[in-house]
Antibody
Framework: EVQLVESGGGLVKPGGSLRLSCAAS????????MGWVRQSPGRGLEWVGR??????????DYAALVKDRFIISRDDSKNRLYLQMNSLKPEDTGVYYC??????????????WGQGTLVTVSS | DIQMTQSPSTLSASVGDRVTITCRAS??????LAWYQQTPGKAPKLLIY???ILDSGVPSRFSGSGSGTEFTLTISSLQPDDSSTYYC?????????FGQGTKVEIK
């Protein structure tokens, strides 16, 4: 069974940094493209970014609102996905979800999601 | 960036009704479109990918169609469990924009 478990959320002051982690199991993580999606309170889903699998070769892409502040990385030896968030703003507040991204062999997108971790940016 | 525009933002329908949600892309995304269902406090659930392919376990009353810039999600006979918010998402090229969401309420 595929499982994605996020951790690392919490309260951080504006301008601060936070690193989220996503532990993956139940599938071959090293072959998977992975992504982060967030949802501000009472708002819709917002794509944050994604990372291809390392052989592809580990390329990252980001939404314009977080580009140059957020960094997505992965450690295939630990089956973990990371989101390093810097220069945080109050508008970055929300639930952050880890998800599988594009599966090339099927053309499927977003099949599996974690339960989310809450990030609150406030002074 | 490709923008996704969903309509309506909310709809209210009765059990058994046929419901249609529209998603328009600002550029041609071919058939690289997914639909998700989300209930409050829960993670999104994939319903349909590549415009019209139902994910495993999704009831057959859900269907998707379209191509290029215009897409639809149809629920052929609305059920009480379908009360949720539905999102489209394109996954053409490197970006992955979501639509604003459509909240479906049961009358």
């Amino acid at each position: 069974e595929v499982q994605l478990v996020e951790s690392g959320g919490g309260l951080v002051k504006p301008g601060g940094s936070l690193r989220l982690s996503c532990a993956a199991s139940g599938f071959t993580f090293s072959n998977a493209w992975m992504g982060w999606v967030r949802q501000s309170p009472g708002r819709g889903l917002e794509w944050v970014g994604r990372i291809t699998s390392t052989p592809d070769p580990g390329t990252t892409d980001y939404a314009a609102l977080v580009k140059d502040r957020f960094i997505i990385s992965r450690d295939d030896s630990k089956n973990r996905l990371y989101l390093q968030m810097n220069s945080l703003k109050p508008e970055d507040t929300g639930v952050y979800y880890c998800s599988t991204d594009w599966e090339g062999n099927r053309g499927r997108q977003g099949a599996h999601w974690g339960q989310g971790t809450l990030v609150t940016v406030s002074s | 960036d490709i923008q996704m525009t969903q309509s309506p933002s909310t709809l209210s329908a009765s059990v058994g009704d046929r419901v249609t949600i529209t998603c328009r892309a600002s550029h041609n995304i071919y058939n690289w479109l997914a639909w998700y269902q989300q209930t409050p406090g829960k993670a999104p659930k994939l319903l349909i990918y590549k415009t019209s392919i139902l994910d495993s376990g999704v009831p057959s009353r859900f269907s998707g169609s379209g191509s290029g810039t215009e897409f639809t999600l149809t629920i052929s006979s609305l059920q009480p469990d379908d009360s949720s918010t539905y999102y489209c998402q394109h996954y053409y090229a490197a970006s992955r924009t979501f639509g604003q969401g459509t909240k479906v309420e049961i009358k």
